[in-house]
């Protein structure tokens, strides 16, 4: 621990400026270490932990810092950035932006209890098969299941459009080169939709395994869509994601062969940090495992807690 401690202020001295999506990368920092491993420091150095995430968000330049237990920076390499933020001063927490989005992501969920809304949040990596797999899911719900989506992209309203087709209700959220969807995007979104004729809204989040399983939403379940051709080693390099998942679907098994996917090694990295998500083999494209993932959603459905 002393270690960590000095790490923080190693790192408070050397810092810092507001990056670009600052806040993100300090409330991600904190679910990691509120969730995990650091809570004392967390309330203790609050402040050192906000230069430190924005510090290393500088140097990396990504959404994600590459902050691991504890506070080990993996990989990068000191730049000129990093001599010219050096002589700049700390900028002090003045929120806790984890808390206030928690707070949103709980008002949510009480708009879908009192409207009687079941939410899934769909999390995979660009081009996995979210819209797919909610196009799939819709078509072959029982009569009584109405769906609805809210679809998140950076851009465009492609993935809407496809949904629309289908007369489904769909609201489109353009985050603007936001790498996740938050629970306030949701709230804006919601009045939108008809939620008294849909039981179950498809969240479909932002293209992105790291980030998206970092901010509650407000949602009842969360679903990761792994697709055969991004490789079978996923599970062991976005282990947050597959942690955070309720049920994992592995869409287009139609393309096992083609990439020589290893079934068993992905499952194996699933199971190494995730025991009780239940995994469905699927594909989209020829149907193949669709039933059973619906059959599953029905069941889960029904067993819902009414909270
Ligand atoms: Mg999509
Ligand atoms: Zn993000």
Partial sequence: MDVAYGMIHWMTACVVERTRRFDDH???FKSYAINQYLPTIVTKYAECVHASISFLAAVRGSCYT????????????PRPLFLLLSTMPTIPVIQNILSANDQVALENR??????????????ASPGAGKTSVILATSERLSPSLRAGVIEGDLASNIDADKIAARGIPVVQINTGGGCHLDAPMIRAALPNLPLDDIDLLFIENVGNLVCPANFQLGSHLN????????????????????????????????????????????????????????????????????????EWLHQTWHNRERD
């Avoid at 590459?66 to 390499?77: E, H, I, L, M, T």
């Avoid at 096992?256 to 699927?282: C, H, K, Q, T």
């Fill in 26 to 28: 300090v409330s991600i």
């Fill in 66 to 77: 590459s902050v691991q237990y504890p506070f080990r920076p993996v990989g990068f390499a």
């Fill in 110 to 123: 009480e708009r879908f209890f009192e409207k009687g809304v079941f939410a899934l949040n769909l999390m």
């Fill in 223 to 294: 679903v990761v869509v792994a697709s055969v051709s991004e490789g079978h080693d996923k599970p062991y390099k976005y282990p947050g994601m597959f942690t955070a998942a309720d049920v994992v679907l592995l869409n287009k098994a139609d393309l096992i062969d083609v990439f020589e996917f290893d079934v068993d090694y992905f499952r194996r990295g699933l199971l190494m940090v995730n025991e009780s998500a239940p995994l469905f083999i699927l594909s989209c494209k020829t149907g193949e495992g669709v039933d059973e993932w619906v």
